[in-house]
């Protein structure tokens, strides 16, 4: 798989190892057309111009070259400098000088060098046209310089089911995601985190189970305690009726200023109009509840008479992400999001009791969240994830127990 010890990290620099050994250099760019490519550049240039990539050229053997690494190649993050990533289609596009040579992993086994003349920089766009296998929905592993077991990995596979869904390395530590500027821009469209200060805000929202919506958790609970007390299923009008009967009880008790629990509504006192409003609520929210749990059965995500019964694997499967992104975008160390990794994995183990009961939970966290139960690409892309996780040999949930031994 390598030479003189070295094993190629990820499937990517094996498949150009392989190519480069045969010397078939038309196979190496087919593998090099399917990859994320990364080229380092300052800080500066990217925080002084955010929507533009700085190419900065090396002089190799009397050639000026610029190198780009492929991401099992990559170093472990720091301050400076970063990388954005590109692709090779991208790179025959807007690559900027003729007399600049590719460089590929320079100073590694699978390292090549490549003339970028205008007819060179054709072939590139041949090879990309005809670079057809998917980069989502895979499983991909680190198997050099990431970890594969213990309690790191744990917490990396708590944010599995993103990392297939998005085609991304699961076991990448040290990230590097999308580039710097990408991973900025990630972290500010979707989340609203422009600093470290939102980033830690919202990693500590997420590793308390806090950032999905209290009243899911309120009526699942409901749920749960049914369960607890009476044991066996909860027919669905029982869990309908408990649930109108503790929102009425908590009307009734409700005679100061708000106290919430942070398990559902405020106890305050509240309008005949407003727990109409509340109870209305929670009955369409238990029959999406209901009617997604009987597809993740159809589905083979819960088996028959189980229930999920919390959603926090969403927060802590996104908090496991979210180290890593805050790592990408540099608002955190490579020590600081090593640790946030780790408390994912410890508060999934203590809710949790398997990988199957982790990913049923989060995967109704999203769907509550985006789905709008259409069954279309939010639930779709969670389901063929699970799946692979689940059957895949190499996956680590077949290879890391969820709890510990």
């Known amino acids: 798989m390598g030479v003189g010890g070295w094993r190629a990290p990820t499937e990517v620099e094996r498949d150009l190892y392989d190519a480069k050994t045969r010397g078939d250099w038309p196979a190496y760019l087919d593998v090099l057309a399917q990859a994320d490519l990364y080229h380092a550049m300052s800080r500066a240039q990217a925080d002084a111009r955010p929507g533009w990539i ?70 590139w766009r041949r090879h990309a046209e005809r670079a057809t296998a998917p980069r989502r929905g895979r499983l991909r592993t680190l198997w050099s310089g990431g970890p594969l077991h213990g309690p790191v990995a744990h917490g990396l596979a708590c944010g599995a089911l993103l990392c297939v869904a998005n085609g991304s390395l699961w076991n990448a530590m040290g990230w590097h995601g999308t ?87 405020g106890v305050r006192p509240v309008s005949e109009t407003e727990l109409r409003a509340q109870v209305a609520g929670a009955q369409r929210l238990i029959g999406r509840i209901a009617r997604y749990e009987a597809r993740f059965r159809a589905d083979g995500l819960l088996p028959e008479n189980r229930f999920v019964h919390s959603v926090e694997a969403w927060d802590y499967g996104r908090a496991s992400k979210m180290a890593r992104w805050g790592l990408g975008a540099r608002y955190c160390t490579l020590e600081e999001a090593e640790q946030a990794v780790l408390r994912a994995g410890r508060v999934s183990r203590l809710e949790y009791r398997s990988w199957a009961d982790f990913s049923a939970a989060y995967i109704l966290g999203r769907c509550l969240h985006f789905d709008e139960e259409e069954f279309g690409d939010w639930y779709g892309e969670m389901l063929d994830a699970h799946r692979i996780l689940t059957t895949d040999p190499a996956s680590p949930w077949r290879n890391i127990p969820f709890k510990q031994p």
């Open 54 to 123: 700085h190419f900065n050229p090396v002089r190799v053997n009397g050639h000026l070259m610029l190198a780009f690494h492929t991401a099992g190649m990559l170093p472990a993050p720091v301050p400076d400098p970063v990388f954005f990533a590109t692709d090779l289609a991208d790179l025959a596009q807007d690559w900027p000088r003729d007399d600049e040579w590719l460089a590929v992993n320079p100073g590694t086994p699978v390292e090549a060098f490549f003339p970028a003349t205008a007819a060179h920089r054709q072939m």
């Open 179 to 265: 580039g710097y500027v990408r991973e900025r821009r990630r972290l500010r469209e979707w989340w609203g985190i422009t600093d470290r200060a939102g980033w830690a805000s919202a990693m500590e929202d997420l590793l308390a189970g806090e950032m999905s919506s209290s009243v899911w958790g309120f009526v699942l609970g409901v749920r749960r305690s049914l369960a607890l007390d009476f044991g066996g299923t909860v027919e669905l009008d029982h869990w309908r009726h408990a649930t109108t009967r503790v929102l009425h009880h908590r009307a009734a008790q409700a005679t100061g200023p708000a106290q919430s629990t942070g398990a559902g509504p």
